[in-house]
């Protein structure tokens, strides 16, 4: 595979086996997006979409997340924004920044985990417990 520099948005109830290569599921039912990784590697990455993960924007045409994406888990670590469909790149982290970055997002999920109701928070666990 090659890396990609748009992702195009389909929205879909669950996520195809295998992925296409340069697409940007959505399910919203579910409340989560999944891509191959945009540097070619090959590999899924998924975003849950919640206040403490994910947030999705979408114009009628192309989709935006917010944050980036960190595949800091991957042997690639490739990190990137998706913004309008495009994939913008980042410089390659340090393990100390990659740590700092994870320590930061488990703060932030914590402290929006902690914010949300019961009723949220209990239709999330039963999402995950789907999984």
Known sequence: MT???TLRPVFVETFPTPME??????SISYRTCGHLCAC???NEVITPLSPG??????????LSLAPSIGNWALPCQAHYW???GEVHWSRRYS??????????????LNEAASSETPGLLARLRRLLRRR
């Open 3 to 5: 890396a990609t520099n």
């Open 21 to 26: 290569p340069a697409t940007l599921y959505v």
């Open 40 to 42: 070619g590697c090959g």
């Open 53 to 62: 993960q994910w947030s999705l924007t979408y114009d009628g045409e192309s």
């Open 82 to 84: 998706i913004r309008k």
């Open 95 to 108: 393990m100390a920044e990659i740590d700092d970055n994870r320590e930061r997002d488990r703060r932030h």
